[in-house]
């Protein structure tokens, strides 16, 4: 909810359970301790296990490999009702499903897929997801990190910057140039000599989110981690593609709650002797947030759609997450000022929402970058250097 226009008549009897499913484990597990994790930074690590006994890791790997065969709607739902409560709650997920089971699915070998795909899919092990440098975000392509072939080994060395799940990853998917200058995909277990992953501290936003950097300075990767199946920087843009999708679901969960808790609470506050709802301008709020919801639910459920036939585009994905995650910052704005004062505190979900949505508007391509993305689809000009 809300469903103004009987959405849920285009879902399966399937995934409308599974949405109630994940939505009830989201109240009774997540809801009641969130804040306070905001509040204090603290990430919620018993949740790992939670989500993957939910089967909230890497939905639709096959059961061979520890998921269950979801189709992508599915998957987009889950999202959305993870992020309905939090957004950094939904980072932990997308990353573990899109970012690291992802890649060693489809470009690992037989062997890594065994190895890492039923723990990741369990939760007994974290993964994180290496691309971002200090100096190279929006531009990956430019990235110093360098894998040296030595003979029996790879040699890593460099630096990986905002990296989800870090500090607590027991395994990294991490992205290096090799001597040719070719991006080649590599996975670093946790406990390698010269390893190290130290927690970024201070963040105002997603707080209840996990996030350090990736050194490695000299480190002996053994040959067999190296991703087999792809290289070049399309391979990690294929993976950032599969959790741009999971996010332009997500984003609306955070919306939706949002207008919820906008739309109760002006239906209750009184001012000037009726409720606050009554007057035309917290309506005209209401009826614009409800609108802007209702789009992007069409977006995505079409893009889910097109994406289970083969055929969703990186232009399309990146038009579904940039226009969801700016609606549900908007969303979030407008409903905070709704709710007055009270909108400041975490007695309400809102702040946190918004504070969160600052990342989800930054990572994954920033909302510049995506809106560059669809002006090269239309214009066919690349505009982003
Ligand atoms: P460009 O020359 O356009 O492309 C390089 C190669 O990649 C291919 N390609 C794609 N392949 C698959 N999917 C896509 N979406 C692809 N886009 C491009 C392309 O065909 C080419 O292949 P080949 O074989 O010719 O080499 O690359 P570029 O360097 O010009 O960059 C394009 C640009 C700016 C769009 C790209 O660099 C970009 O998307 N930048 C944004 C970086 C980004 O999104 N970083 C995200 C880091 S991960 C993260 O934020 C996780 S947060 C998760 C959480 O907590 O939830
Ligand atoms: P920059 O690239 O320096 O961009 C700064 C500003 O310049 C932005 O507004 C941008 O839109 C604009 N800009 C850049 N290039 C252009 C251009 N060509 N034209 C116009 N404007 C431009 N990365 C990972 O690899 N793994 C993770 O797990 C991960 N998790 C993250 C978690 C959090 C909480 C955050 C905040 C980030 C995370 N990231 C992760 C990194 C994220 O993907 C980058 O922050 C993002 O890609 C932007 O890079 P940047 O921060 O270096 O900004």
């Known amino acids: 909810s809300p469903d103004f226009y009987q959405i849920d008549d285009l879902l399966t009897e399937e995934q409308l359970q599974v949405r109630q499913a ?14 306070d994790c905001a509040q204090q930074a603290l990430f919620p690590s018993h949740l790992i296990q939670g989500f993957g006994e939910m089967g909230l890791f890497g939905p ?3 059961e061979e490999y520890g998921g269950n065969g979801f189709d992508d709607t599915t998957y987009g739902i889950m999202m959305q009702e993870i992020e309905r409560v939090d957004s950094g709650m939904r980072s932990m997920a997308s990353v573990q499903g899109s970012l690291v089971m992802y890649p060693i699915y489809k470009f690992g070998s037989k062997e890594q897929k065994r190895k890492y795909l039923p723990k990741l899919a369990s939760g007994e092990m974290l993964g994180c997801f290496g691309l971002t440098e200090p100096d190279h975000g929006s531009n990956p392509s430019g990235m110093r990190t360098s894998i040296t072939d030595e003979g029996d080994h790879y040699l ?25 200058g070719r991006v080649k995909g590599v996975i670093v277990e ?20 996990i996030t350090g950097e990736l050194v490695f300075d000299n480190v002996k990767v053994p040959k067999e981690n190296l991703l087999p199946g792809k290289d070049g920087l399309g391979a990690p843009l294929m993976c950032l593609d599969s959790a741009r999708y999971g996010i332009a679901w997500g984003a609306l969960g955070a919306a939706m709650d949002c207008y919820e808790t906008a739309r109760k609470y002006t239906l209750e506050r ?14 005209k709020k209401l009826a614009e947030m409800l609108t802007a919801i209702t789009q992007a639910q069409l977006l995505v459920w079409r ?3 097109l994406k289970e036939q083969g055929k969703a585009s990186s232009a399309q994905i990146s038009m579904a997450k940039r226009n969801n995650v700016a609606m549900a910052l908007e969303v979030a704005r407008t409903a905070r000022q709704m709710l007055g004062g009270m909108g400041i505190t975490g007695e309400y979900p809102i702040m946190r929402h918004m504070m969160n949505l600052e990342s ?26």
């Not at 994940?22 to 804040?35: A, F």
């Open 22 to 35: 994940v939505r009830d484990y989201m109240k009774q597990e997540v809801s009641p301790i969130i804040e």
């Open 60 to 62: 639709t790997i096959p």
């Open 156 to 180: 890593l060395n460099g630096a990986k910057m905002w990296i989800t799940n870090s500090p607590m990853a027991d395994i990294a998917v991490v992205w290096a140039k090799n001597e040719e």
């Open 190 to 209: 946790k406990g390698m000599e010269g390893f190290s992953a130290p927690e970024i501290h201070n963040k105002w936003s997603l707080r209840a989110s």
């Open 270 to 283: 009184e001012q000037f002797g009726k409720p606050i709802a009554g007057f035309q301008l917290q309506q």
């Open 303 to 305: 893009l889910g759609q």
């Open 360 to 385: 989800v508007v930054t990572y994954e391509g920033t909302h510049d970058i995506h809106l560059l993305i669809l002006g090269n689809e239309i214009t066919g000009i690349p505009a982003f250097s």
